[in-house]
C-alpha cells in the first residue's frame, strides 16, 4: 500500500510539471494532455483508485468552478446591452432544441439526450487564461454560458434528486431549498452592496492593499469552503456554491486585483491540472475495444457541437461570424456536468454501461476538438 502510494505521488508530480512540456510539443492546449495522461498512466498501472487522489480532484473541480467565477465581471453583464442577454438566451434555447431533436433522431438513451444540452463554463476560465479576458468572445461566451450554467446546474440537482427520491414531496423540498438558496444569495448581495457603499473602507479592511499575512487569500478560501459546506447541508450541487463564491470575491474584492492572479496561479498549477488528470485516469482505456464506444461517442461530440454552432447563427450580430463560432466552440465542453450525469445515470441502472463509455469519451473528445480548433481560429485572427 505504501509503494502504490508512492508510485502515485511520484507520478502525478512527474505528470503536473511535465504535461505543459507535452502540450508545447503536440502543439494542443494543456488540459486535453492532462486528461490523455491520465488515462494512459492509469492503464499501464502507475495510476489507481486512491481516496486521497479523488478527494483533491473533487477539490480540484471545485476550485475550477470557483476560478471560474472569479473570471466573472458581474457589473460588465448587469450593464450589458438588452440585446446581449436577449440573444444569449435565445443561443440557449436553439441549443436545447437542436440538441434534443437531434438526440431523438439518432435514437439516443434518454439520459445521453438530457446531458447534451448541458453548459459548464469551468473550461472557459483555462480559455479566458489563455487568450486573454479582453476578448470580446469570450466576454460573451462568459454571459451565456453564466446562464447556461445555472440552469444546466438546477438541471443537474433536480435530475439528481428525481432519480434519488422520485417524483414525491422529497423532490419539491429540494427543488425549494435550490430555490431559496440563490434567492438567499440574491438578497445577501443587495445587503453587501449596500453595506460597501455606506463603508467602502470595509473592503480595504477585509483584503488590504498592503498585507503580509496573505488576509486576501485566507478570506477567498474561507468563502470557497463555506459554501461548499452550505451546499452539502442543503443536499445540493456543490459546484453551484464554488462558483457562487467566485463570483462573490470578484464581485465585492475587484479592486485587489492581483488576488486573481494568487488564486489562479494555485489552481491552475496544482489542483486543477489533478482533477483533468483524474479525469484521464477515470476512463479505461481498454473500453476502446468494445465495438460501438468510439462510434457512439464520436457521433455524440458530433451532435453536441453542431447543436452549439448552428444555435450560435443568432449571436452573429454581436461581433461577427469568426466570434459566434468561437462562442459555441467555447461552450461545447461541459466536462464535469457530463461526467456527473453519466456517472448518476450509470449507478441507477438508467444508463448502460455502453452509453455511461459513449458519454465519457464524448466529454473528452469535445476538449480536445474544441480547443484545437479554437487555438487555429485564433491564431489567424491574431495573423491578419
Request: neutral net charge; proline residues 2%; aromatic residues 12%.
Amino acid at each position: 500500500m505504501i509503494h502504490s502510494n508512492i508510485t502515485l505521488i511520484l507520478t502525478l508530480s512527474f505528470l503536473i510539471w511535465g504535461s505543459p512540456f507535452a502540450a508545447k510539443f503536440l502543439r494542443i492546449p494543456i488540459p486535453p494532455v492532462e486528461i490523455i495522461l491520465g488515462s494512459v498512466f492509469a492503464y499501464v498501472g502507475l495510476i489507481g483508485h486512491n481516496e486521497y487522489f479523488n478527494l483533491i480532484a473533487e477539490v480540484g473541480f471545485l476550485y475550477l468552478m470557483f476560478l471560474a467565477g472569479m473570471e466573472v465581471d458581474l457589473k460588465k453583464i448587469t450593464r450589458s446591452s438588452g440585446m446581449i442577454i436577449q440573444k444569449s438566451m435565445l443561443f440557449l434555447a436553439l441549443m436545447v432544441f437542436f440538441s434534443i431533436v437531434s438526440g431523438i433522431l439518432f435514437s439516443l438513451n434518454t439520459v445521453t439526450i438530457v446531458s447534451m444540452p448541458l453548459i459548464s463554463i469551468g473550461l472557459l476560465a483555462s480559455l479566458s487564461k489563455t487568450y486573454g479576458k479582453e476578448q470580446s468572445w469570450i466576454h460573451v461566451a462568459f454571459i451565456a454560458g453564466i446562464l447556461g450554467e445555472i440552469i444546466s446546474i438546477a438541471a443537474l440537482t433536480i435530475f439528481d434528486a428525481a432519480i434519488t427520491t422520485g417524483f414525491n414531496i422529497s423532490l419539491v423540498i429540494k427543488v425549494g431549498y435550490l430555490v431559496l438558496f440563490i434567492a438567499s444569495v440574491y438578497l445577501l448581495y443587495r445587503l453587501l452592496r449596500l453595506l460597501f457603499w455606506w463603508f467602502p473602507e470595509l473592503k480595504h479592511t477585509l483584503v488590504p492593499k498592503f498585507d503580509i499575512s496573505d488576509q486576501d487569500i485566507r478570506l477567498s478560501m474561507a468563502l470557497f469552503f463555506i459554501l461548499i459546506a452550505v451546499m452539502l447541508s442543503l443536499e445540493l450541487e456543490l459546484a453551484l456554491g464554488a462558483f457562487i463564491a467566485g463570483v462573490a470575491i470578484s464581485v465585492f474584492f475587484h479592486h485587489e486585483k492581483k488576488l486573481e492572479e494568487k488564486m489562479s496561479s494555485l489552481g491552475f498549477g496544482f489542483l486543477v491540472p489533478l482533477f483533468f488528470i483524474h479525469v484521464g485516469a477515470s476512463f479505461d482505456l481498454e473500453s476502446l475495444m468494445v465495438g460501438g464506444v468510439v462510434s457512439g461517442a464520436l457521433l455524440i461530440t458530433f451532435l453536441m457541437i453542431a447543436s452549439r454552432v448552428l444555435a450560435a447563427v443568432v449571436l452573429k450580430g454581436i461581433s461577427g461570424s469568426k466570434d459566434a463560432l468561437l462562442i459555441a466552440l467555447s461552450l461545447s465542453m461541459p466536462l464535469t456536468l457530463l461526467v456527473a450525469v453519466a456517472t448518476i445515470g450509470h449507478e441507477t441502472k438508467l444508463l448502460d454501461t455502453l452509453s455511461y463509455y459513449q458519454l465519457i469519451l464524448a466529454s473528452i473528445f469535445e476538449i480536445l476538438v474544441s480547443m484545437i480548433i479554437i487555438k487555429i481560429l485564433q491564431a489567424k485572427r491574431d495573423s491578419d
